[in-house]
């Protein structure tokens, strides 16, 4: 049944799959309420070395990934008791994009019309019941391959390469989103802009290779003294610009007072060298009429706090 050119048996692939380690941990979420058609699948995923869990309808299915994080794809039966596929797609898409989650569509009775009505519900591809061992294995593959490569792109569209963090664009993205809500009062923001002190100092002493592992232990510092909720992006060179949301209004100076004090207080490690560095940090807790505005009135504070000697806040 899997590769009918008679060069491999089943154990071969099994062993070569093995050895290179090839889908390792990427589990597959097997929806169908015929338990022969899950074993099937079952037996034929995991020569392929991927994890399978196995639902009986689309409830079980929505509880399973509710529960289990990391699904990598879905292959959803059509005819199913208490939830069908169709009916599982199109909940699933509530929640899962299309470019998060794949969902294959699988109908054994299903007419032309099937696959259409799967693929308009949100599913990615679509198999009829039954299928060779190679047509499961490719579609599960090149699913699974789109979707590795979409968030690759989507990484270096949207992240600072150096640190990870936000890029600008993206910063602006969600931060517009974020002062919307805040606009309708639905919550408060805190925009703060940062700037490491005598960078070029530190560039021109320990070379520019420390200078950006200086950048990112900063940038590390920055982003787990906040929260989850909370935007920062990296604006360029070694500046930093932090969207708070919903900070109590009495400890936004004890907020970025504290990742000041840390920062000044590390020692950085490059190889031989062992650096310090201290940062301005300017903040605007007043709402003002757009997001540009708060970050010009943040900036006007770093510039204070720059003045004033630096290693300081300025709110
Ligand atoms: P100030 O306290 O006034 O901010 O002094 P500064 O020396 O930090 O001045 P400024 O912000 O103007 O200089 C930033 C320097 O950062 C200039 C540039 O050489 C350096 N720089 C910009 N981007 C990078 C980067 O990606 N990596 C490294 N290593 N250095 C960078
Ligand atoms: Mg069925
Ligand atoms: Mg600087
Ligand atoms: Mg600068």
């Given at each position: 049944?899997?590769?009918?050119?008679?060069r491999h048996?089943?154990?071969?692939?099994v062993?070569i799959?093995?050895?290179l380690?090839?889908?390792t941990?990427?589990?597959?979420?097997?929806?169908?309420d015929s338990s022969v058609?899950?074993?099937?699948?079952?037996?034929?995923?995991?020569v392929w070395n991927f994890t399978?869990?196995?639902?009986?309808d689309?409830?079980e299915?929505?509880?399973?990934l509710n529960?289990?994080?990391?699904?990598?794809?879905?292959l959803a039966?059509?005819?199913?008791p208490?939830m069908?596929?169709?009916?599982?797609?199109k909940?699933?898409?509530r929640?899962?994009?299309?470019?998060r989650?794949?969902i294959?569509?699988?109908?054994?009775?299903?007419?032309?019309?099937?696959s259409a009505?799967?693929l308009?519900?949100g599913?990615n591809?679509y198999?009829?019941?039954p299928f060779l061992?190679?047509?499961?294995?490719?579609r599960?593959?090149?699913?699974?391959?789109?979707?590795?490569y979409i968030?690759t792109i989507?990484e270096?569209?949207?992240?600072?390469?150096?640190?990870?963090?936000l890029?600008?664009r993206?910063?602006?993205?969600s931060g517009?989103?974020l002062f919307a809500n805040?606009?309708r009062?639905?919550?408060?923001?805190?925009v703060?802009?940062?700037?490491?002190?005598?960078?070029k100092?530190c560039?021109d002493k320990y070379?520019h290779?420390a200078?950006d592992?200086v950048i990112?232990f900063?940038?590390d510092?920055?982003k787990?003294s906040?929260?989850q909720?909370d935007?920062v992006?990296r604006?360029?060179?070694?500046?930093?610009?932090?969207?708070g949301?919903?900070?109590?209004?009495?400890?936004i100076?004890?907020?970025f007072?504290?990742?000041?004090?840390?920062?000044?207080n590390?020692?950085?490690?490059?190889g031989?060298?062992?650096?310090r560095?201290?940062?301005?940090?300017g903040?605007c807790?007043t709402?003002k009429?757009?997001?540009?505005?708060m970050?010009?009135?943040?900036?006007?504070m770093?510039y204070?706090a720059k003045n004033?000697g630096r290693?300081q806040?300025c709110?």
């Amino acid at each position: 049944y899997i590769l009918k050119d008679n060069r491999h048996n089943v154990q071969q692939v099994v062993d070569i799959v093995k050895r290179l380690q090839l889908n390792t941990g990427i589990k597959v979420l097997v929806a169908d309420d015929s338990s022969v058609s899950r074993k099937i699948i079952r037996d034929l995923l995991e020569v392929w070395n991927f994890t399978v869990l196995e639902a009986g309808d689309g409830r079980e299915a929505l509880d399973i990934l509710n529960r289990q994080d990391r699904i990598g794809i879905v292959l959803a039966d059509y005819n199913m008791p208490e939830m069908d596929g169709m009916e599982l797609v199109k909940e699933l898409r509530r929640t899962f994009s299309k470019t998060r989650l794949p969902i294959i569509g699988l109908s054994g009775a299903g007419g032309a019309t099937t696959s259409a009505h799967f693929l308009k519900a949100g599913a990615n591809d679509y198999m009829h019941k039954p299928f060779l061992a190679e047509e499961l294995y490719c579609r599960v593959r090149h699913n699974l391959e789109t979707t590795e490569y979409i968030l690759t792109i989507r990484e270096l569209a949207e992240k600072d390469f150096l640190t990870g963090l936000l890029n600008r664009r993206s910063f602006f993205n969600s931060g517009e989103k974020l002062f919307a809500n805040a606009l309708r009062g639905n919550l408060n923001l805190v925009v703060s802009m940062m700037d490491i002190d005598h960078f070029k100092k530190c560039n021109d002493k320990y070379g520019h290779d420390a200078g950006d592992e200086v950048i990112c232990f900063v940038a590390d510092r920055l982003k787990s003294s906040l929260r989850q909720s909370d935007l920062v992006a990296r604006f360029g060179g070694e500046e930093f610009c932090v969207v708070g949301v919903n900070m109590h209004s009495e400890n936004i100076t004890e907020v970025f007072e504290k990742i000041r004090a840390d920062i000044e207080n590390s020692v950085i490690r490059s190889g031989e060298h062992e650096m310090r560095v201290t940062v301005s940090i300017g903040v605007c807790s007043t709402l003002k009429s757009s997001l540009e505005e708060m970050i010009t009135c943040a900036d006007d504070m770093l510039y204070k706090a720059k003045n004033q000697g630096r290693n300081q806040v300025c709110v």
